[in-house]
Each structure stands twice: as C-alpha cells, then as structure tokens.
C-alpha cells in the first residue's frame, strides 16, 4: 500500500496489489499482439468511456437543483466540449489543451473537506457537479473525458508521481504517450502547461494505469513494467462500478 498526506493540490492516493509480489527490477516487457481479444477489448472500452462521461438534460437539472447554478454551468459546458464535432475533428494535441484547460478551472478541495474522507476518487460527474476535488480527480476527469473525444486508452496513462521539489508529496497526474515508445506529456492541476515529463524532474513517476492495464514505473520518460490489470487497483474498480452503475 502506497499512502502519502495531502497538500494543496495534492491528494492521498493509495496502491493495493493485495497479495500479489512485484519485482520492480524486473526488465520491461512488451505485450504479446493477440489480437482476437485485443480488438474487442478496446472496443468495449471506448463504449464504456462515452456512456460515462455522457448526461441527459433532465440529469443536469437534477444536479443542479442539488448543488446549485455552477453544476449546470459546469456540466452543461462539459457536454458541449464532448458532444462539438469540432473538437472531435481536432489533432490530439489540441484536445488535450482543451480538455486540461477545462477541467483546470476548478477549484482545489481535499478529499475530507469535500466528502467527508480521508481518499475519495470521484467521477468526473461528481467532480464537476460538485465543482471541485483533488488531483486524482483532476487526473481521472481528464482521461474520461479524452476517452469520450476519441483518444485511444493505450496512449494515456494516470500516473501516480512524487512530487519531490517543494511539498515532497504524493500527487497524481495524467499523461499522453503520441506513440508507443514517445516520451509522454504531463497534464496537471498545479503546473498547468502541458509539459515533456523530461522536463517535469519535480516529478518521481510511481506507477500507472488505464482502463486495461497496470505500470510501475521504471523511468522519468517511458513507460513502465506491466504488473496487469488496473483492476488491482480498489479506488479505481470501485469509480468503475459506480460510473456504471449510474449509466
């Protein structure tokens, strides 16, 4: 289990393999091709990634008779940024200018402020609605969204990092890999350029995650040695059940 205190615009984030032994000096290692389940399984999760993120009007009206104005300002702008077939057409860079630019307007709260617990993931209709959260919010509101634009779930990547400059904290960022073996980007809620993770050296990668697999980290700038599948991960099966569950 990997805990860390919070900070202002860092949150508690947690790592539980159960039982399961890793070796983190194990060489990397490249996924074998199979294609016949390969396929399908990414296009199940393009589907589940645009019926998450997807809401009705009467949804919207709900949430905001809950929560107030901002949760139909926020949810409604959100569903337009998704749903605009300009942004859809656009190059993948400049969809995750939009999406990091929207989603780092919202307000910073801890977990305990916000839901009354010590670590809480929200989903990015919770985030929104409720118009604030902390960094794995940011982190898993982006990727949803990105998702729901077309990115494919092999060139992103939640990342579990140290921040080791200022606060020597833990904090959770996403980054965007343009091709298997590139360096990726980092898009954050405390840096808000979108920056090389080459040049993010205040940031010490852990480990990381999608919606099909499982990393620890082995280096600044690549990708890590696959440990499996992210369901391994509590927080992050327990936000998938609730997302569906809410569909």
């Keep these: 289990m990997l805990r ?5 615009g860092y949150g508690k984030v947690s790592l539980n393999l159960g039982t399961a032994s890793v070796n983190t000096n194990c060489t990397r290692r490249t996924p074998i091709p199979w294609l ?9 999760a393009l589907a589940f990634a645009q019926e998450v ?3 009705s ?4 009206a709900k949430l905001a008779q809950q929560f107030g104005p901002v ?4 949810l409604t702008a959100w569903r337009d940024l998704m749903n605009n077939p300009k942004n859809r057409a656009v190059q993948e860079r400049q969809k995750l200018q939009l999406v990091n630019d929207y989603m780092n307007r919202t307000p910073f709260v801890s977990d305990m402020e916000h839901w009354g617990k010590e670590d809480y993931w929200a989903s990015p209709i919770e985030f929104l609605s409720t118009n604030g959260g902390d960094c794995e919010d940011f982190s898993i509101a982006k990727y949803f969204t990105l998702r729901a634009l077309g990115v494919p779930d092999e060139k992103l990547q939640i990342t579990y990092v140290k921040e080791i400059r200022v606060y020597n ?7 965007y890999f343009a091709t298997a073996d590139a360096e990726p980007v980092i898009l954050d809620n405390i840096n808000k350029t979108i920056q090389p993770a080459s040049t993010r050296t205040d940031l010490v990668p852990v480990y990381s ?6 990393w620890l980290a082995k280096e600044q700038t690549g990708r890590g040695q696959s440990v499996g599948s ?18």
């Design 36 to 44: 016949a389940w390969l396929l399908p399984a990414l296009v199940i």
């Design 209 to 214: 995650f999608n919606g099909s697999g499982l």
């Design 53 to 55: 993120v997807s809401i």
């Design 57 to 60: 009007d009467a949804q919207i």
């Design 4 to 8: 860390a205190t919070k900070r202002a």
């Design 71 to 74: 949760a139909k300002e926020r």
């Design 169 to 175: 904290e833990a904090h959770m960022v996403l980054a």
């Design 230 to 247: 992210s369901d391994r991960i509590g927080h992050w099966k327990d936000l998938q059940s609730r997302m569906r569950s809410a569909i």
